[in-house]
């Protein structure tokens, strides 16, 4: 066995926690023996199926309660597991089917794990010549034990969310998952007497299956599991069961904490819920704003939130999950630098007075990894010195499954080029200033997309999380950017103006630039990855006119 599944199945045998799903209409606990027994039951199916050690299998399921014991009966096959992205109300099935008949190809299966609420897309599969067997089908079969498997076998086929081009997954194995997981723990200060993790978030993307689900059933901890749709269908329920199950642990990307800070203060009553017990709540998955972790703070402190409990933090699929953690009970910790430095010469160098930017903190990195930061030529800078993360370590994926082949994700000694823009400080914490790809670059100056996104994003009447900055001529001398945001106003003429007007006055005076042009947008119009990201190559076609 591996040591991520032998802990994962002993600790199923042990544990007397479980799992909480169908909040908030009919929740039921299943203890995660319970958990193992079903898994026992679908790896029986899997096994009647065909499915063997280094076989891949696809999976589309929306369910914490049936994606749990079908991602373990994969590992019990000695399988690797694939979530595909999931289609929404919005969705065009029959894109999202050749997608997926892509992606499917990619990985090497023509079999699709199907189940609730996902069902309905078996047609447009089967049209595209994918076998497709279903949870239940599976689950009728009698149990059977594990099978071997290795430290190096493939555990987790984890596609990229954020990919314009032919699908690509992240290979992810059992050391990887072993390594990374062992150092969270550590790097949380996970308590499994009393601990509880609340999560709502989507079990297609690497830090909610991997962070939110992987790691609390290989450790047997307590969870209390929704879906994304629970979750932006009534941002408040989140809170409601941190209070009913005294939650002590969650995570979100940034966009949601804004979200959620925005309904504690208009619909929150106070005395309503109790959030006092959270102690442990990171933010991730995208780049984390200062003033929306503060917003948050403030809204919900009227209900208990301890500041001190918010937590950025920095990860990525390709080292599993999670690179660092800001230290427990810190808080945002903001870093403010000269802004006209690390623009124009790009060196963070730490001021309280002039033009300032603030960036977050994201704590040191785990146990296992290494940075280092670059410039473009390859040169290792020194503290403070902004240039491009690179990390290495156990938990880094050795590269991609693509329709191409193996593609590497190493250099020859073992370094992963993020893309990512950032620094290290004096103490060894990381700092993420945005992505190469995005900077946009003006009179010398590199201005980053987020700065210009927060300026707009306080505008009133502009949705949470629902602005989008994109480079207009890039790597011309004239290079520019614009503005699109979205706005339930979108339709009123004087609203529209009106927003224009402000967003371009926030943005000059963040970033002392002025946009090429501002787009007023209907709510959904600006695209984002799968698990919430914004596509800013995808929106260029809704500004560049």
């Not at 914490?64 to 019990?76: K, R």
């Not at 006209?340 to 002039?354: C, F, N, Q, Y």
Request: hydrophobic content about 45%.
């Amino acid at each position: 066995m591996s040591r991520f599944t032998e802990a994962m199945y002993a600790n199923a045998h042990a544990s007397t926690r479980g799992m909480v799903t169908g909040e908030p209409h009919a929740p039921v606990r299943h203890t995660w023996e319970q958990v193992h027994q079903r898994a026992r039951r679908v790896a029986g199916g899997l096994a009647a199926a065909g499915v063997g050690r280094g076989d891949a299998i696809a999976v589309l399921a929306g369910l914490p309660v049936e994606v749990a014991p079908t991602a373990q009966a994969v590992w019990m096959r000695g399988a690797s597991l694939t979530m595909l992205h999931q289609p929404t109300p919005r969705t065009d099935l029959v894109k999202w089917a050749a997608e997926t008949a892509e992606v499917v190809e990619t990985i090497d299966t023509d079999t699709v794990v199907l189940s609730e609420p996902f069902l309905g897309a078996e047609p447009a599969l089967a049209e595209r010549g994918l076998a497709v067997v279903t949870i239940e089908q599976l689950l009728g079969t009698e149990p059977i034990d594990p099978v071997h498997v290795d430290e190096d076998d493939l555990a987790l086929l984890q596609l990229t969310s954020g990919s314009t081009g032919p699908p690509k997954a992240v290979q992810i194995t059992h050391r990887n998952l072993y390594s990374n997981a062992e150092a969270m723990f550590v790097g949380a200060e996970y308590n499994l007497e009393s601990d509880v993790i609340v999560s709502w978030l989507p079990l297609f993307h690497d830090m909610g299956m991997t962070g939110f689900l992987t790691v609390p059933m290989y450790f047997g901890a307590e969870l209390v599991k929704i879906t994304p749709m629970d979750f932006l269908q009534d941002a408040l329920l989140w809170a409601r069961l941190i209070d009913k199950y005294k939650g002590t642990m969650t995570a979100a990307p940034n966009f949601a904490y804004a979200l959620l800070a925005k309904r504690l203060r208009r619909q929150g009553q106070p005395g309503e819920f109790d959030l006092s017990t959270l102690r442990w709540a990171l933010s991730g998955a995208e780049q984390v704003e200062p003033a929306d972790v503060e917003d948050l703070c403030a809204a919900g402190k009227q209900f208990g939130l301890r500041p001190e409990a918010i937590l950025p933090a920095y990860g990525m699929a390709e080292t599993t999950v999670a690179v660092s953690f800001s230290e427990c009970n810190s808080g945002l910790v903001v870093d403010e630098v000269d802004a006209d430095i690390l623009a124009t010469l790009r060196r963070a160098v730490p001021t309280k007075s002039g033009n300032r930017r603030r960036l977050a903190t994201l704590g040191p990195l785990l146990s296992g990894l290494e940075a280092r930061i670059v410039d473009e030529d390859g040169k290792v800078l020194p503290a403070r010195g902004v240039g491009v993360i690179q990390v290495r370590g156990e938990s880094l994926t050795q590269g991609y499954t693509t329709a191409a082949g193996f593609v590497p994700a190493q250099d020859e000694r073992g370094w992963y080029d993020t893309g990512d823009l950032g620094y290290l400080m004096e103490n060894g914490h990381i700092v993420v200033c945005g992505r190469v790809k995005d900077a946009i670059i003006m009179a010398g100056r590199n201005i980053h997309p987020t700065d210009i996104e927060r300026a707009a994003s306080r505008v009133d009447g502009v949705r949470p999380g629902c602005a989008v900055a994109v480079r207009l001529h890039s790597g011309r001398s004239t290079e520019s950017f614009a503005v699109a945001v979205e706005s339930s106003a979108f339709d009123d003429h004087s609203e529209v103006r009106r927003i224009q007007h402000d967003v371009a006055h926030l943005v000059v005076a963040e970033v002392d630039a002025r946009p090429r042009t501002v787009v007023v947008l209907p709510p959904g119009a600006i695209p984002k990855t799968p698990s919430g990201k914004l596509r800013r190559g995808y929106a260029l076609s809704l500004v560049d006119h």
